[in-house]
């Protein structure tokens, strides 16, 4: 700070100048909504430039037989977004809201390019595995948010596709999973609670979805989950779960990287069997809602309150019927064990200490073969077995990913040079 | 202020790269805009506008930046003057004098909202350059050196344009100028 000269002047001057010193703390949800609206603007920024170069290369080769024919198609596809997004607008009452409102925007709706490119620019622009992860599996989380919503409303022909892209984040969040386990297994012992109650939320959704589901749209999303390599791959590891439970254990990321051979080998034979298995599974699964509803994790404590825990990144209720170990403080590593309430509330019915990564295994093994013996669900023996599913996963992954970007680049084009037509 | 301004090249900034200055200035950027504005909503406005107008401008941008935070504070500043071009300047009222050893200390915060109020609405009938100085050096702290720099002027101009400020906020504030 320099005030070398600051008392050449009246210091009184400079305090009543310096009342102003002092600024609001600015609301965390708007903060949150305006940075969405910039990295928005910086992922429409980003994607003009390889619609530049294609232009560039298609003046190079192509003759320009009809020019006024070129402009008018970006412009009319614009103007049907443009109407689109200024409707938004003037519905929700301004521009920030645009963004706002696209949180909640549903598949179909005019608002749901925004959320998807909301999503895309947060995935872009995270570098490292565990946030990569934990990212992939809270948009996890919306496409279920989105799959009941559709339901809610009737929507069912956009389930299938939602349902597709559920399995495409939950895919690619193992993938992450398989890549940190081998920098920091702590880290992707985390990540693997959180995909096993992604899972568990995931079965309760499927189980509610196909009993509401007509039965013409029902075919085809029996289709999609009966194609998707997750569910497959899932259904498949029960079969073998069968023989061996406890040695298929989720935190074991690195392990079962070896045994993906025998697996994949296994493969055609049980296909047919695991699919109907699952589905029928699936269908009556109504009866088994309480032990679906059953969750059990182990990770750390993030933050603590009378009504709930964050732990792993994962909220927890806590009331007073929680039993809860003494002396537990933020940092310490904990199993939790709870049920869902309506489907989406973690509520935990003990939080016990855990101390260190050997007894912890221990432990855990020994609980998920309790409950494997008690519940007898389906839904347990999916979790301990995501593991083994990681190479097709990532293929399918892959795929999804280019298909999207596909979609998407025609979308942003097509905002773009309407961007630039209304500048001018 | 950051110690050490290497020159960056606009047109090199990566997506990653851009996310950090939002991260990095957006909220020196709402203080600066809060402190002329006086209003949160309308702060927010001009800190969205602000970057929106930055992302559009280093498309095109051929020169280096050297000092990004000046850069922005210098758009912010602009959208606030265009913003009381649209709608008139708050009131200075001057039923009360303002003497800064009577009143330096309120005790009361409505007293205090009050003389914020009269020292915004004062700040903003100085010309903008003059503002600048102002808001530079005594919130935000720069040296003489730092603020001519961000200004584009020599340390000298710099320091005649800060007397100037000084004395044109003293006739408004404490000697009962004219209202414009």
Known sequence: MNTNNQHDYDSGLVKLIQLLRETPERDAQVVESRKEQFLSELEDLFAEQPAEAVSGLRRLFLPRKNPSRQVLRPRLAFSALLAALLLAVFLFGGAGVTVYAAQSALPGDSLYAVKSRLERTRLSLTANDYQLASIQLSLAHVRLDEIEGLIREKRFRQVSETTRQFESHLAAAIEAMRRLAEKDPERASQIANQITLVLNRYTQVLSKMLADLPLEVKTEVEDTISNSPVLRKVSESNENANGNENENEARQENENEASNDNQNDNDNANENEARNENLNDNGKSQDDTKSLKDFSFIGFVESMSAQEWRISGIRVAVNAATRIDANIKAGDRVEVKGQYISGQTAQASEIRLRKTDRQENTNDRQTQGNENDNGANENERQNENRSGNQNENVNQNQNDNSNDNDKDDTNDNDKDDSNDNDND | ?180
């Open chain 2, 1 to 180: 202020m950051e110690a050490i301004n290497p020159l960056i090249n606009p047109r090199a900034l990566t997506k990653q790269a851009l996310a950090e200055i939002y991260e990095q200035h957006s909220p020196g950027v709402f203080r600066y805009a809060y402190r002329l504005l006086g209003d949160q909503e309308t702060a927010e406005d001009c800190v969205s506008d602000t970057f929106s107008r930055f992302l559009r401008a280093i498309r095109h941008m051929e020169t280096p930046i050297d000092n990004i935070q000046a850069y922005l504070y210098r758009m912010a500043h602009n959208w606030v003057m265009d913003h009381f071009r649209k709608q008139p300047l708050p009131p200075l009222s001057l039923d009360d004098d303002l003497h800064p050893n009577q009143k330096d200390n309120p005790s009361s915060q409505v007293a205090k909202k009050m003389i914020q109020e009269r020292v915004r609405a004062a700040l903003l009938r100085l010309p903008a350059e003059q503002q600048q100085v102002i808001q530079l050096r005594f919130l935000e702290d720069w040296s003489h050196d730092e603020v001519a720099a961000a200004l584009g002027k020599s340390p000298e101009a710099t320091r005649a344009l800060q007397h100037r400020a000084m004395e044109s906020l003293r006739r408004l504030l404490i000697e009962k100028g004219n209202d414009k």
